[in-house]
């Protein structure tokens, strides 16, 4: 917007300075252009008087006019010779001019070209006695004061767009200063800081519209606090419950003999176990809804060296290799994320590719750096997905089935991308090489500091 304001106040001054500036220029350069034939034709008309009175007092004073309005200007005096005035001078070459002048007794003015002038000026003036006296006029120190005039106001021009420019940059500022503050408090606001607000400053709809953002903002901060009361309170209400039920029914079944009711007891736990994976995913997932923190430059490479140390023991139980690789891997990029939110992205897209990897088969994690932005993606060996499969996997509670038999809670990839999302990422499914399935993150880079 600054500079659309910063052009539009350039092109109205460029439009005044056309209007009032270049009118003059031109007024100048014609006033120049008739004063100069003006003042040679009046020149030629005594001249041409002297020639045609053909005394000899007026021939030689004719001689020593010509010779000193050659001396003093850039004009050369040409005489048609007379039988009662031969004065030293030279002829003019014949021509139309020169036959209009003798025979039709009509002067002629030619100025050498039909833009502005030519390099001379030529005035043709008709005496008595069928004679004529031509002047012809360097247009050499014409031209010079042309420039002077149009680049007197060219330059002049320049420093006032110039000036211009500088105070359409300042009043840019100063009109659009509210907009910025207001982009800088939606800016805060869409990264987690619920506690942004914008100054009540400028015009009164930047006023206005401060006012009603402001009071968006107090009342989203208001629900989002109650939200995370209120997560907070299902987390230990849930939690207790499960969790007590659990330890029922692995004492009933450490104390049951009959191995239909142990088989019953089983199930029932298995069932416990699954019902309170569902709760932690709901409740990781209401969390990443509420955006309660604001995104902070994190070190990527550590978060995922950290979760892969964690996820290796696991791995190592059924033979499959973790490796990361990628050229991000040596510049140790930072990325900007909420604090936490990583983590569980890693964990949770880790935990599904070891669930449909096979037996002996790996997972690869990739770091790529790109201009803005950093690329991550996880690459499993395992059955991969359809293409009707991938535009349903990030759907709530949808399950796909993994190589070992169980199937997860069906929150995993939608809590995955909620949480990328929220940090201003994306995330999509790709077939991987070979097989297998790769799960791509497109991540903000933190700027780098300095």
């Given amino acids: ?9 350039i092109l109205l001054v460029a439009v005044a300075i056309l209007l009032f500036t270049v009118p003059v220029a031109f007024t100048l350069t014609k006033q120049l252009r008739d004063d100069t034939e003006l003042s040679v034709k009046r020149e030629a008309d005594t001249m041409a008087l002297l020639l045609g009175n053909g005394d000899r007092i007026s021939c030689e004073a004719l001689t020593e006019v010509a010779e000193a309005y050659g001396e003093g200007t850039p004009g050369d005096v040409q005489v048609t010779p007379t039988e009662s005035c031969t004065p030293d001078l030279p002829a003019p070459a014949p021509g139309p001019a020169l036959t209009r002048a003798v025979r039709h007794d009509q002067p002629t003015t030619d100025w050498g070209s039909d833009f502005i002038w030519g390099d001379r000026l030529t005035i043709t003036v008709p005496a008595q006695g069928e004679a004529a006296v031509r002047i012809v006029y360097s247009t050499s120190d014409m031209t010079r004061r042309l ?46 800081d619920l506690t942004a607000r914008s100054p009540v400053t400028g015009p009164p709809e930047t006023q206005t519209l401060a006012r009603t953002l402001n009071q968006g903002a107090e009342r989203l901060d208001t629900l989002v606090a109650s939200q995370r009361i209120f997560v907070a309170d299902a987390s230990h209400q849930l939690r207790t419950p499960l969790t007590a039920l659990r330890l029922s029914l692995d004492n009933i079944a450490d104390g049951v003999d009959d191995e239909f009711v142990r088989e019953d007891v ?17 409740l990781v997932l209401a969390r990443a809804e509420a955006k309660v923190t604001a995104a902070e430059p994190l070190p990527l490479k550590d978060i995922v060296t950290e979760r892969l140390t964690v996820w290796r023991p696991a791995a190592d139980e059924r033979g499959v290799t973790i490796a990361l690789r990628g050229s991000g891997v040596d510049g ?17 897209v880790l935990s599904n590719a070891l669930e ?31 293409d009707a499969e991938k535009s349903r996997a990030f759907d709530r509670f949808w399950r796909g089935q993994g190589l070992t038999g169980r199937s997860g809670s069906g929150l995993g990839l939608a809590v995955v991308r909620q949480l990328v999302t929220d940090d201003g990422g994306t995330v999509r499914l790709e077939d991987a090489p070979g097989g297998g399935l790769r799960v791509c993150f497109t991540l903000r880079a933190a700027p780098r500091a300095g």
């Avoid at 007197?152 to 910025?180: D, K, M």
């Avoid at 140790?332 to 949770?348: I, M």
């Fill in 332 to 348: 140790r990029p930072s990325v900007l994320a909420s604090p936490g939110h990583l983590d569980q992205v890693l964990d949770n």
């Fill in 1 to 9: 917007m600054n500079r659309q304001l910063i052009r539009s106040y």
């Fill in 147 to 192: 420039w002077s005039i149009w680049g007197f106001r060219a330059g002049l021009a320049v420093l006032v767009l110039g000036a211009a420019a500088a105070i359409g940059a300042y009043a840019a500022r100063r009109i659009t200063a509210p907009l910025r503050a207001l982009n800088s408090m939606a800016s805060r606001f869409s990264d987690g």
């Fill in 266 to 282: 089983e199930q029932a736990t298995a069932e416990v176990v699954r019902m309170s994976r569902l709760v932690n995913g709901l």
């Fill in 356 to 386: 449909v990897s096979p037996d002996g088969g790996g997972i690869t994690v990739r770091l790529e750096s790109a201009a803005g932005e950093v690329l991550m993606s996880v690459e499993d060996e395992g059955p991969g997905m359809s």
